[in-house]
């Protein structure tokens, strides 16, 4: 592992894999997903044939959000195994030249990190200055409603502030109360996370997915928002991409990256950021980051926020796709994804995961992983794993959904039946149910009982069934994996989107050295007439149709030609 050429680094080749270990592998029948258990998976995710383990967090954690609110970012909670078996797991990863990048939370500890804990203690305390405190609005009295420094609502519900009576101050958590936010104005908070990302280095990890990085830089004069309809104010437009947001990730990458010798996936998660930012970020030959998770195209369906969502228009997809190609595709580079820890499962969204599960799970996957740019699975993707049916919200786990209808329903007294619906549409715990290794009763994740329930679909669409079957949708994401470490035509082609105005069909080429590869995908249920083709088809998801000029529903086909 050697710095190459800007351009040619390996994650531009790569194939990334996210596990949520919480929900991929119980080895120890706590119901809890483990370390151990997904080192005992790592030979399945080499047969997918993925190049990169993404782990979401596992360092200690109170886990009032899922391992996002840390306590100790030097160290593995219990629950998940310990400093040893991160280490095993990069041996063995690195034995099967696979690579592991670890999640970074920075944007907020947990409010029982032992920094927090003594930065609330005083206002002349060692971390006093670590977090973002506020006095009371002036005139008013702190602790009371209204008195809190700004009008800014938490992504968690409520406002994101909370009054700390010992220092007599309000802290910011733009998430939950337990995720207070770090002062990165604070030159000794940057030192200490540059210390720190540069020992999991050291320790062998090859990289780090950054949440919510572009929310390090706030506004100082931290100015009320626009009031949305929960009453509480967006505080967005002062913290998304802030004032100093690239120098502290110039600054990072000179700490921490500069000067090691090999190259390391950077992409940083970044809800609210512009292509021209994103363009500037990733700049092959200046930038600060390999790449980032951009939000555009996730909330395309989203009428009004999160929990309203409507019916997806293709042409918007592709319009804003199209516009990230475009705008990256000079020195610049996209991460690719459908799915992640946070959405609902894609063959469910812009799917049909009832009468075309198979070739909407496949199709889908085909259009995402042939743009230009790094593609992402998140554990059951491969699988075709779909939504949940959660019949009560007794069955949620997730702080964000369960908040939300806790505000609703009790304070607001909306419809439970509805708030219900539009959690089962986008609520996050339909990517968070056990990843399904095989039909027993725990699928295979578990002998004890699950932290969250199974999806009892697990009886058919789980791994045992599909890793044998070519016809699987498992065995589809090994084709378009290996396409991509076959041909550089996937890796380095241009990118130029096609039929932008149909509103069925999802067609581009990508070319490059004197070749041409024509990706044309029917995203809809209807069949539909397309006389786009090429010399050679070298991948299909439904074989029986294609030598027809009719794209049956959800069909894909990938053609190669010799350029004209
Ligand atoms: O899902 C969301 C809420 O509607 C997103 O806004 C999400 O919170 C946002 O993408 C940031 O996500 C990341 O940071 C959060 C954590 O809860 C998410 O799991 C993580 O991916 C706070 O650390």
Redesign the pocket.
């Known amino acids: 592992m050697s710095s190459t050429e800007p351009g040619h680094e390996w994650w531009r080749s790569a194939v990334v894999y996210q596990v949520y270990p919480r929900s991929f592998q119980d080895s120890d029948g706590d119901g809890v997903g483990d370390i151990p258990g997904l080192i005992s998976r790592i030979d399945y995710l080499h047969r997918l044939g993925v190049d990169v383990v993404w782990l979401?967090p596992v360092y200690r954690s109170p886990h009032d959000?899922?391992g996002?609110?840390i306590s100790d970012y030097e160290d593995i909670d219990p629950t998940f195994g310990t400093l040893a078996d991160v280490e095993e797991l990069i041996v063995q990863l690195h034995a099967r030249n696979m690579k592991l990048v670890m999640?970074l939370?920075v944007?907020?500890t947990s409010d029982e990190h032992a920094w927090f804990a003594d930065s609330r203690s005083s206002r002349d305390s060692a971390y006093a200055d670590w977090y973002m405190w506020h006095d009371p609005r002036p005139g008013t009295v702190g602790g009371e409603p209204g008195a809190e420094p700004n009008n800014w609502g938490s992504?968690?519900s409520g406002s994101a502030w909370e009054w700390e009576p010992v220092r007599q101050q309000y802290y910011l958590h733009?998430?939950?109360r337990k995720?207070p936010d770090l002062n990165w104005e604070n030159p000794a908070v940057r030192q200490a996370v540059h210390a720190m990302m540069n020992r999991w280095l050291d320790r062998g990890v090859d990289g780090f997915r950054m949440?919510?990085i572009n929310?390090i830089s706030k506004d100082p004069a931290l100015p009320d928002g626009p009031v949305l309809p929960t009453g509480f104010g967006d505080g967005m437009p002062s913290f998304v991409s802030g004032p100093r947001l690239q120098e502290y990730l110039a600054e990072m990458k000179a700490a921490v990256f500069d000067g090691r010798p090999a190259d390391y996936l950077s992409v940083g998660?970044m809800?609210g950021a512009s292509p021209e930012l994103a363009a500037r970020l990733t700049d092959a030959r200046t930038g600060q980051l390999s790449m980032i998770?951009q939000?555009e195209h996730v909330g395309l369906d989203q009428i009004g926020g999160?929990w309203n969502v409507g019916q997806l228009d293709l042409r918007d997809l592709k319009a804003s796709f199209g516009r990230w190609q475009s705008a990256l595709a000079d020195h610049g580079w996209n991460s690719l994804y459908w799915d992640?820890?946070?959405?609902p499962r894609i063959v469910s969204r812009w799917g049909n995961d009832r009468e075309h599960w198979y070739a909407s799970a496949t199709a889908l996957a085909t259009v995402l992983h042939l743009h230009r740019g790094t593609p992402y699975i998140y554990q059951g993707e491969e699988l075709g794993m779909t939504n949940v049916p959660f019949d009560d919200i007794s069955a949620l786990r997730d702080?964000?959904s369960l908040n939300h209808y806790a505000v609703a329903v009790n304070l607001l007294g909306h419809d439970p039946d509805v708030v219900l619906d539009a959690l089962r549409a986008?609520g996050?715990d339909n990517a968070r149910t056990p990843m399904q290794w095989n039909a027993e009763p725990g699928a295979g994740f578990t002998v004890g009982t699950p932290w969250i329930g199974v999806n009892p679909n697990h009886e058919s669409v789980n791994a045992a069934a599909q890793v044998d079957d070519a016809g699987s949708v498992f065995a589809h994401y090994q084709r378009l994996i290996a396409l991509r470490h076959s041909d550089p035509i996937v890796v380095h082609g241009d990118f130029r989107m096609l039929l932008p105005d149909d509103p069925a069909i999802y067609a581009y080429t990508r070319e490059h050295a004197g070749q041409s590869l024509l990706v044309v995908a029917n995203l809809s249920d209807e069949a539909t007439v397309c006389d786009l083709g090429g010399d050679e088809l070298v991948l299909t998801n439904l074989p029986e149709g294609a030598a027809s000029a009719v794209l049956a529903p959800w069909e894909a086909r990938v053609y190669r030609s010799a350029r004209a």
């Open positions: 979401s959000d899922n996002y609110d999640d939370v944007n907020h992504f968690f733009l998430f939950s995720q949440d919510v929310f998660e809800p998770f939000f999160k992640n820890h946070d959405q702080i964000e986008m996050r």
